[in-house]
T-cell receptor, first 116, second 115 residues
Framework: AQKVTQTQTSISVMEKTTVTMDCVYE???????LFWYKQTASGEIVFLIR??????ENATVGHYSLNFQKPKSSIGLIITATQIEDSAVYFC?????????????FGEGTQVTVIS | DPKIIQKPKYLVAVTGSEKILICEQY?????MYWYRQSAKKPLEFMFS???????DNQTASSRFQPQSSKKNHLDLQITALKPDDSATYFC??????????????FGEGTRLSVL
């Protein structure tokens, strides 16, 4: 069975600095996809970035980047030059390849608060 | 404008009653999903549909029944409501369920409170 764990419950950072949050996962599959979403205070869930397990390069989109360490089953999210509007709950999620379910398994989330 | 519309945004129900949560997507996607977010729990996958066919059901209770009348609709009927059903229910969609690198996009959710 798949499992995704985010151990950091909350993080506070100063505006314009960098924040890093952790995520570890468990899967029996050799190929899988990892996603990060954020949930704003209004409840909106927004897709941020994806990492394919077969790619060694870390994905980067805008000021979001990933630290993918496959041997450690770890996928960290890095947000650089943080802004107040980056305050949100960040969720890590995993999907295995194969099958037609499309199911995502989510972690518990990390609350990020950006302070001015 | 939201491309995945969920109605209603808020819903209050009495224990034992039945409610239908509506979801429509205007993204041209072929796969649709339901997730549940309860207090202090991560988002939980409930159902997936592809081309209006049920692909996966991870809910333990038959009280939850998805209904797809059109390709871009996936409603969720909940019968015999219980206080434990109180949660925010999110509808999501992606181009296809079998292309697993696609990130599902989420609607704004329906917050259900069962009294």
């Amino acid at each position: 069975a798949q499992k995704v764990t985010q151990t950091q419950t909350s993080i506070s950072v100063m505006e314009k600095t960098t924040v890093t949050m952790d995520c570890v996962y468990e899967t029996q599959d050799s190929s899988y996809f990892l996603f990060w979403y954020k949930q704003t205070a209004s409840g909106e869930i927004v897709f941020l970035i994806r990492q394919d397990s077969y790619k060694k390069e870390n994905a980067t989109v805008g000021h979001y980047s990933l630290n993918f360490q496959k041997p450690k089953s770890s996928i960290g999210l890095i947000i650089t030059a943080t802004q107040i509007e980056d305050s949100a709950v960040y969720f890590c999620a995993m999907r295995n390849t194969g099958g037609l379910s499309g199911k995502l398994t989510f972690g518990e989330g990390t609350q990020v608060t950006v302070i001015s | 404008d939201p491309k995945i519309i969920q109605k209603p945004k808020y819903l209050v129900a009495v224990t034992g009653s039945e409610k239908i949560l509506i979801c429509e997507q205007y993204l041209g996607h072929n796969a649709m999903y339901w997730y549940r977010q309860s207090a202090k729990k991560p988002l939980e996958f409930m159902f997936s549909y592809s081309y209006q066919k049920l692909m996966d059901n991870q809910t333990a209770s038959s009280r939850f029944q998805p209904q797809s009348s059109k390709k871009n609709h996936l409603d969720l009927q909940i019968t015999a409501l219980k206080p434990d059903d109180s949660a925010t229910y999110f509808c999501a969609s992606s181009q296809d369920a079998e292309y697993n690198n696609q990130a599902p996009l989420f609607g704004e959710g329906t917050r259900l409170s069962v009294l």
